[in-house]
């Protein structure tokens, strides 16, 4: 029998997990991306499909039977997320969540400084990311396409290191926080229409697994 390509692996992975597969549940989706390398098929589907958030949360997935357990604990988090945070976009993408909050609700046109409101938002979801402490937080900036990319570069930089500096002062640790800024590289809408651009104006919190719940996940699932 032949041996089958690493390529064509991942290739089969990164279309099974933009297909959606309706038939699996996000955990078990989890359990079947880590066993294909999770890191080189995070990066052919975020290349692909133009979306660094759903990248990086399979890039770190451990597969398995521990990404299963890791995916069902991710599954409650979400859901959690989901009935406190309702002004957030929440996405279960195999072992890990993605929460978009779009830039109007933490920050007004052009600004990188957090309106009231928008803390008001996020301490809704420092409490849980609290609560679920054993887990690492990338943090996304992004903006449309208008102005200069370095412009736009600079500000997706300043509102993803204020977000992140406003979670270390509500106790988040900054081992946890990993801020970075995409400028207008990475649309996930359509930059042709003002909906889209607004909605390109967007921070991403990618919520993944740490080494902790990645070795109690281990312990229970008979590895250690």
């Known amino acids: ?3 089958v390509r690493p390529g064509l692996i991942i290739i089969l992975s990164a279309s099974l997990i933009l297909s959606g597969c309706a038939s699996m549940k996000k955990a078990e989706k989890g359990a079947v991306i880590g066993t294909a390398a999770g890191g080189a098929v995070g990066a052919v589907i975020g290349k692909v499909s133009g979306n660094t958030a759903l990248g990086a949360v399979i890039g770190a997935a451990v597969g398995g039977t521990t990404g299963a357990i890791i995916g069902n604990k991710m599954d409650k988090q979400a859901e959690e997320i989901k009935d406190k945070v309702p002004d957030a976009k929440v996405e279960r993408v195999g072992e890990g ?10 920050f007004g046109f052009d600004k990188a400084d957090l ?7 996020l301490d809704k979801l420092v409490t849980i990311l609290n609560t679920y402490a054993d887990t690492n937080i990338e943090l996304q900036g992004h903006t449309d396409a208008k102005g200069s990319e370095s412009y736009n570069q600079t500000l997706s930089e300043k509102r993803a290191g204020m977000v992140s500096a406003y979670l270390g002062e509500k106790g988040i640790k900054a081992e946890r926080i990993t801020p970075k800024g995409f400028g207008e590289t990475m649309p996930k ?5 003002e909906e889209g651009r607004a909605q390109n104006r967007r921070v991403e919190f990618l919520i993944t697994a ?6 109690e996940a281990e312990r229970e699932a008979g590895i250690r």
Not at 115 to 121: D, F, L, T, W
């Open 1 to 3: 029998m032949k041996k």
């Open 97 to 106: 969540i993605v929460v978009e909050f779009n830039s109007n609700v933490l």
């Open 115 to 121: 309106s009231p409101e928008a803390k008001g938002n």
């Open 189 to 193: 809408y359509d930059n042709e229409t």
């Open 210 to 215: 740490n080494e902790k719940m990645v070795a």
